[in-house]
């Protein structure tokens, strides 16, 4: 995972032979096997990251809802099993 800018990314390597090149792309801008066993599960990745992207994009009162969802996190307890 690559944050906000990349995404969930995926490692692809040329076959062996041919070149020792290997890349990393994002996988919202894969095309998936609709047989591969994840391919359900990517294909929801990808539209939900593509809507991400696009409210992003166009900025206004959508964009800054969603970048205060994404940047807000829960403050961890400092008391909790082996602390005092």
Known sequence: YSGDIGGINCGLEVSPGQTEQRYVVSITHLEIDP???????????QRKRIQRLMLQDQGGFAAELLAQRTTRQKKKSK???GQL
Do not use: Q
């Open 35 to 45: 047989e591969h066993p994840l391919a359900t599960e990517v294909k929801a990745y």
């Open 79 to 81: 008391k909790g099993f």
